[in-house]
């Protein structure tokens, strides 16, 4: 091989070095840009992420916050309805015959078991009541 031959070889695989290290510095340069994306990406997604325990934070706050004044409500109402259970079964009481009693001391049957049966009516109906706002109330909370 003569030495015009000898350089062209070397010419020929020196373009080819340089062709193959331009294509793996562009390689290399978009492979930096997509690094760079996705760092950028990882950052929107902390941030998103810490937004939502932010929000999860407040929306546990706010519902123990909710829960609580049902319970209250619900405290109030069975305070009322218990209220109303006793001045009912007092005026019951009051209104209604009082049990006499017979020549052996006991009270009057029929006028016992009309109390009897007006108590067992009121706890009845107070707690359909109660029942009913606590699943209106439940409702509201879902």
Do not use: H
Not at 1 to 21: C, F, G, H
Not at 48 to 54: A, I, R, S, V
Not at 61 to 85: F, P, Q, R, Y
Not at 95 to 104: A, D, G, L, M, T
Request: no cysteine; proline share 1%; glycine share 2%.
């Amino acid at each position: 091989m003569t030495n015009t031959q000898t350089i062209q070889k070397l010419n020929e695989a020196l373009n080819t070095l340089i062709k193959a290290y331009e294509e793996l510095q562009n390689d290399n340069t978009n492979l930096k840009v997509r690094i760079n994306e996705l760092e950028d990406e990882v950052l929107d997604l902390e941030s998103t992420k810490e937004d939502l325990e932010y929000n999860v934070k407040e929306f546990k706050t706010s519902t123990e916050a909710d829960n609580s004044n049902i319970n209250s409500m619900l405290g109030k109402i069975e305070g009322l309805l218990n209220n109303k259970v006793n001045s009912t079964n007092s005026n019951s009481n009051n209104s209604s015959e009082k049990p006499q009693n017979n020549s052996n001391g006991s009270f009057n049957s029929q006028s016992d078991i009309k109390v009897e049966e007006q108590k067992k009516e009121d706890e009845n109906s107070n707690k359909i009541d109660l029942n009913r706002m606590a699943s209106l109330l439940n409702g509201f909370n879902n």
